[in-house]
């Protein structure tokens, strides 16, 4: 089943992550289950359809339209990040740049967009298994540059894909360095999984060495280099070259944030989140979002609806130590922008979510509470029924193509 779920959904590995799965506790192990298609992903009636297509005699055509129709039937580009946020200079559109919120410009390097293994959950595996058009991505940072020469407001830029890390350190140096040349650009932000898939890209590699040298020159220059770390399970962060990979980043000066989606049969417990955020703190890194799974993919097989989501977030994070209290979560980053769920309240007119924007397309949402209807099965924004009082119109419009 996994073969023929794999036909489907890409499926990449390595020698270290296969290192990392407790081969006694398959299927269940969260990190088999991070990274092997599994049986449940599609639904019964389209594994049954691959059985009989790849059997014996089976038409390598048929097989063929079958995966095609089964990936478009999954979603395959959620909430079109891609086509709302790419913006454009002298009336051109950008490849390769996103801007969402005022301060801050994601960058796809052409380079940079695959990862060292695949996660079964990736809201971008379209592009995995080439089904999405690969033109949005930037051979140089020369677009990048002119767009930011012309918006000074963006101070951030967060560098990404993908993972950039699979880049060779010449690579990804052509890229970034010329970032330098921009007094406007204060941080810049590197989005990856490698310290999770493959951390002797900072230690052992042979041009592990270079990359740090690269981190060095951005700190050097004064400005702030953020490791955006994706990890999902503490195991990730259980193995000594894993924390080595940390402490060889945060010895040049650079600082590691860390990130993940909440994933059912991943990481939807309390005590392995509190664990996880434990070990990014022991690690020196900084807890920082704990995301709700998007729409696409094998999403029923993953998604952890909000009110269960925020259960657990909550209980693993009365357990942290202020220190960890850093990361925020559940956090929906949906069109409008970044909404967490703070919690639960029951009140005389019935249960909500108490909701707040942590970054919005419009500045001035951010920060603002405010509450939905509680529904024990409502997964995403677009599922709840919002409870504004009239002030709250601009929430209500910022909404708008939620509901
Ligand atoms: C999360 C995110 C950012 C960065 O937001 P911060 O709150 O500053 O970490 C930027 N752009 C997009 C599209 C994002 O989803
Ligand atoms: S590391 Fe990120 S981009 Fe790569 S497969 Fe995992 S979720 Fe997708």
Known sequence: ?????????????????????????????????????????????????????????????????????IRAGLNPHPSGQRELN??????????????????????????????????????????????????????????????????????DVLVTGGDPMVMTAQRLRAHVEPLLKMDSVHTIRIGTKSVAYWPHRF????????????????????????????????????????????????????????????????????????????????????????????????YDYFKVPLAQGVEIFQAAYRNLPGLARTVRGPVMSATPGKVVVDGVDDTAQGRFFRLRFLQARDPGLVGRPFRARYSESAAWLDELELDLPTTAADIATAMGPQR
């Not at 990048?144 to 101070?155: A, I, K, M, S």
């Not at 999902?232 to 080595?244: F, G, I, K, M, Q």
């Not at 049969?265 to 690690?283: I, K, M």
């Open 1 to 69: 089943m996994i073969r023929l779920t794999s036909t489907v959904l890409p499926f990449r590995v390595n020698e270290y992550v296969l290192e990392l799965i407790d081969w006694d506790r398959i299927p269940q192990d969260p990190i088999f289950q991070l990274v092997f298609p599994q049986h449940g992903m599609l639904c019964a009636d389209d594994e049954r359809r691959l059985r009989r297509l790849s059997g014996d005699g089976g038409d390598r055509r048929e097989l063929a339209a079958c995966v095609a129709e």
């Open 203 to 298: 230690v052992s590699d042979k041009d592990a060495d270079d990359v740090l040298r690269l981190f060095e020159d951005v700190v050097a220059s004064g400005r702030t280099l953020a490791v955006m770390a994706h990890f999902s399970h503490p195991r990730e962060l259980s193995t000594d070259v894993a924390r080595r990979a940390i402490a060889r980043i945060r010895g040049i000066g650079a600082v590691v944030y860390c990130q993940a989606p909440l994933i059912a049969h991943v990481n939807d417990s309390a005590p392995v989140l509190t664990q996880l955020w434990q070990a990014e703190l022991a690690a020196g890194a900084v807890p920082y979002y704990l995301f709700v799974e998007r729409d696409t993919g094998p």
């Open 86 to 155: 790419v913006p454009s200079h002298d009336g051109a559109e950008l490849a390769g740049l996103q801007h969402k919120y005022r301060e801050t410009v994601l960058y796809f390097p052409q380079q940079g967009q695959t990862c060292h293994a695949y996660c079964t959950y990736c809201f971008r595996w379209a592009q995995f298994v080439g089904d999405a058009d690969l033109r949005f991505a930037a051979p140089s940072p020369d677009r990048l540059l002119d767009y930011l020469t012309v918006h000074p407001e963006v101070t």
